[in-house]
């Protein structure tokens, strides 16, 4: 089953506004079984809206529609979606009393544009609108469905969850399966040359997709067949193969990300973490604290920018940061060991470093980066050299400082 999608808006277009809506249909789309062919966005136009249509019926099976269905002049998915299909624009009273409801609770008086957004077309099925007042429209040619949404997200959201069923119900799925494998300390080219044979001897039906961000590289293998336990044993033979090949990068099978892996060891071993940042500017206290249920081992973080901030709070020797610098070995394992001291943990994690763009010289250029970390009886730091943007220095250095805490966790 192909699936396109379809985001209309000018505000997409320039930029004003970020497409969440697409990545997140994807998303669920692929989880029932759809293969998604396109996403395309597309402007305000009754000829872009009719052209862009068009051809996404000749080789998908659903289209799915964000955008354009509000009451002003400018929206003009309803009246296009109508000519479309030769329909008329009728008062569907179930949606006129969703509407009614909703704008009267929230203290407002109907109004006409509000009255506007009760038409639909007599050639769909209303989608009826708990979060809003533009209804969805359900349009069917043939075996093919057309579906448009408000662009709205949670209004979109809502109405996904009442088409899902009605989309089970008329198309039957293959079982599709996606596993990740998450990597870290490996390029992607790296990895890609230490797994050549091992991708070369995949069977044909198990799909292979390389997915890099800054300090970690994303596996993913894909299958579809009709028995879902099948198609899960296949992978997971393959899984197991390579988790022989490169023991020591692989940190979650599944889609965990490390700071997640992280807490559950720290929770498990009911211990306890701070950190110590400089280049990363609390970015790795960011990552571990946006986990639910983290103050169970995170106790806080000293974000020591300034060298006199490293020296009154985290015990650094001043001398050491005059002759070898702050972005040093010496002062790294001091910071460590510092916020390990202050805070009373069991394990911290230590960065100084140059983000970048400006600040490197000859000796320490833009991307050298010192991380340690530490428990109450060793401290490990490692010299990193990452690239010129600052903003991938941040978020490479917070991988590898989560890296090497895994490790240490881990013995």
Known sequence: ?????????????????LNTNAQWIAKEMDAIGFRIREQITISDSKEHIVSTLDNS????????ITGGLGPTNDDLTLPVLNEYFCGEL????????????LVTRRGFEMNENNKRQALVS????AIRNKKGTAPGL???KGNKVVVAMPGVPYEMKGMIETITPWIKEKYTFPEIVHQMVLTKGLSESKLAEILTEWEANLPTVIKLAYLPSPGRVKLRLTSVGQNRAEVQKLI???VESLTKIIPDNIYSVGNKNIEKIVGELLRQNKQTMATAESC???NIAHLITSISGSSDYFKGAIVSYANEVKINELAVNPTDIDNYGAVSQQVVEQMAKGVLTKL??????????????????EEKPVGTVWIAVANKNEVIAKKYLFGSDRQVNIERATVAGLSMLYDLLRG
């Not at 089953?1 to 506004?17: A, K, N, R, Y």
């Not at 009728?90 to 409801?101: F, G, H, M, R, S």
């Not at 007599?122 to 099925?125: A, E």
């Not at 943990?345 to 960065?351: E, G, I, N, P, Q």
Request: one cysteine or more; a negative charge.
């Open 138 to 140: 359900w349009f069917e």
């Open 344 to 361: 009373n943990v069991d394990y911290a994690v230590a960065t100084s470093g140059i983000a970048g763009p400006t600040g490197g010289t």
């Open 90 to 101: 009728i008062v569907n009273q179930d949606v006129y009393k969703d509407i009614e409801q």
């Open 236 to 238: 997971d033979k393959e």
């Open 280 to 282: 990363t500017g609390g």
């Open 57 to 64: 019926l000749l080789k998908a099976d659903v289209v799915l």
């Open 122 to 125: 007599s050639k769909c099925k």
């Open 1 to 17: 089953m192909i699936l396109d999608i379809i985001s209309i808006g000018d505000e997409l277009l320039i930029g004003q506004t």
